[in-house]
């Protein structure tokens, strides 16, 4: 779903089940198209239906008393989209975005910033596997052993969850690689399984592979989905589980995360934290789990909402927050070295 390059992949992570048939646009009568009905019409509708306002510490209100008079009669399309894009950016989710054919705005970007961390896959090629590695999913698995000391531990790179067209028709049949891979490395004694950058996915692609990497069954989050205009109109809680199908890898894993992986990343994450043989290290996630719909504007904008709370089976919700490591670890790049990628090294036991 990337529109000539400029839209992030984290519309990857939006994830096409079922809750979509549950949300709906609350909105009246068709809006206008004067700036300020656009504006208005925005605003209106993350106030019924964006999910996370609580969660994310948002004065909704108090946003709209600061950008709402900066919108005036006649202003050019630039100005309102700045404007628009102002008010979107108090949200700081990166699962919020504004397109117009000019221009496009996401709110929480984290990975056109200044806080993307040093990660080089291409160092992890050529400085830690044995003939550079292989690659497989059509390009989204890096997978190898590591060079002496560690020629029996396994690594697997996982850059994403989707490929191409996430339409519910599209084939994802690239996850299959995952079963020759873990086949491949069976001999190994542990794997670091490197998750950063990931940009998230579907659904079914996350649970799909997180099930080669399960020993047991387990519940892993609850997601609840903005269903009416009030605060508190949500549907019933619905459960996701991990469950261990196909070729399996139960041997220890080292699962790697930093700041830019993110959505299905992270569910993917909370997946394998409920497995016994699983450590997390490397550096606290993103902290965007929604569900993102897009919606378009009467002036042909097109816009995206969080419509969900995702929590744990504990009932902790890592929206902004991020999922931190069992034993965290900063990111850091240098000459040869990924102190990250040393430092999961040293957890295998």
């Known amino acids: 779903m990337n529109r000539s390059g400029k839209v992030p992949a984290l519309i990857y992570a939006v994830f096409l ?5 549950s949300c709906e646009v609350f909105l009246g009568s068709d809006p206008g198209g004067s700036p ?12 019924e239906t964006y999910a996370l306002m609580d969660i994310r510490g948002i004065d909704w209100n108090g946003a709209y008393a600061k950008y709402a008079p900066q919108i005036y009669s006649g202003m050019g399309d630039r100005e309102l989209f700045d404007v628009c894009s102002g008010l979107l950016g108090v949200l700081d989710d990166p699962h919020v975005y504004l397109m117009a054919p000019f221009g ?40 190898g052993t590591f060079t002496s000391p560690h020629s029996d531990v396994g690594y697997i790179h996982i850059a994403g969850f989707a490929k191409g067209s996430t339409g519910t028709g599209q084939s994802q049949d690239w996850t299959r690689d995952i079963n020759g891979i ?33 020993g047991v069954k387990k ?11 009030g605060g508190n109109d949500f549907s019933s809680p619905v459960t ?11 041997k220890p894993v080292i699962l790697i995360t930093n700041r830019q992986t993110i959505s299905g990343g992270e569910w993917f994450t909370l997946a394998l934290r409920t497995q016994d ?48 490591p069992h034993a965290e670890h900063a990111a850091g790049v240098s000459g040869f070295t990924d102190d990250q990628l040393d430092y999961a090294l040293s957890l295998v036991p």
């Open 17 to 21: 089940f079922a809750a979509l048939a």
């Open 36 to 47: 300020r009905e656009i504006f208005d019409t925005l605003w209106k509708d993350f106030d």
């Open 104 to 143: 496009y705005f996401n709110s929480g970007d984290r990975f056109g910033t200044d806080s993307v961390e040093p990660f080089e896959l291409a160092l992890v090629k050529s400085g830690y596997l044995n003939g550079g590695g292989a690659s497989a999913g059509d390009g989204l698995f890096l997978y």
């Open 182 to 214: 873990i086949d491949s490395l069976a001999g190994t004694k542990a794997i670091v399984l490197d998750v950063r950058g990931n940009r998230g996915g579907l659904q079914s692609n996350v649970d799909y592979i997180a099930g080669r990497f399960a």
């Open 219 to 229: 519940d892993y989050v609850q997601v609840r989905t903005k269903d009416g205009p």
């Open 240 to 250: 996701h589980t991990v469950t261990p199908a196909g070729t399996r890898y139960t």
């Open 277 to 324: 043989h699983v450590i997390h290290t490397g550096s606290t996630t993103s902290g965007a789990f929604s569900l993102s719909l897009e919606r378009p504007l009467v002036n042909g904008w097109i816009y995206s909402v969080s419509v969900q709370k995702v929590t744990d089976m504990a009932g902790t919700c890592y929206e902004k927050t991020g999922i931190s």
